[in-house]
């Protein structure tokens, strides 16, 4: 069945560094990928995503491509702050209408 | 606010009891989901509908769960006999789904219900 597979937490980096959480997937067909965040004390919030090979998705400077040759969907910000900690999730939209989700990554982001 | 809503968002409960969880979804969407967090864990589907119509079912679900959505509007998620292993958050997602450009796959969630059985 379709499934997802990110990058084990957490992640902790220094403001200002580089970020790749890495998100790999199993699916029948091509479906929608999706990156949801769900900062401290709050829910699921939608990212970021994209529909088909070679779309990138973006927003609030993350950035996403989704690659069929390597069924990956890597999220990656150039220069994250101390506001971006949070659990990260990857997800695909199931032929089955629901979403699968991978197991998150924390990230923690030291000032 | 035109978010999906849930309601209590927090519910202690002791082994044995029955509760029941409500979510609001936004008021355009057709289509309702409801998912279960654990600690540590992503969201796992447990069912959904289509307007008033409960399409699939998660073998999640036991048959303790139960689900309706009356007339397609605001969804219920009662659980009878809660177990120790029924604590999680219990979150609920809408979409819409149809015909035209603004059909889409995207679902948004509601902040959750968080359930804690002693």
């Known amino acids: 069945g379709d499934s997802v597979t990110q990058m084990e937490g957490p992640v902790t980096l220094s403001e200002e560094a580089f970020l790749t959480i890495n998100c790999t997937y199993t699916?029948?067909?091509?479906?929608?990928l999706f990156w949801y965040v769900q900062y401290p004390g709050e829910g699921l919030q939608l990212l970021l995503k994209?529909?088909?090979?070679?779309d990138k998705g973006s927003n609030k400077g993350f950035e996403a491509t989704y690659r069929k040759e390597t069924t990956s969907f890597h999220l990656e910000k150039g220069s994250v702050q101390v506001s971006d900690s949070a659990v990260y999730f990857c997800a695909l939209y199931s032929s089955a209408s629901k979403i699968i989700f991978g197991s998150g990554t924390r990230l923690s982001i030291r000032p | 606010d035109t978010g999906v809503s849930q309601n209590p968002r927090h519910k202690i409960t002791k082994r044995g009891q029955n509760v029941t969880f409500r979510c609001d979804p936004i008021?355009?969407?057709?289509?309702l989901y409801w998912y279960r967090q654990t600690l540590g864990q992503g969201p796992e589907f447990l069912t959904y509908f289509q307007n008033e119509a409960q399409l699939e079912k998660s073998r999640l679900l036991s048959d303790r769960f139960s689900a309706e959505r009356p007339k397609g509007s605001f969804s219920t998620l009662e659980i009878q006999r809660t177990e120790q292993g029924d604590s999680a958050m219990y979150l609920c997602?809408?979409?819409?789904?149809?015909?035209?450009?603004?059909?889409?796959?995207?679902?948004?969630f509601g902040p959750g219900t968080r359930l804690t059985v002693l």
């Open positions: 997602a809408s979409s819409f789904q149809g015909a035209g450009p603004s059909s889409t796959d995207t679902q948004y």
């Open positions: 699916a029948t067909g091509y479906p929608s």
């Open positions: 994209a529909t088909k090979a070679d």
């Open positions: 008021s355009e969407h057709n289509r």
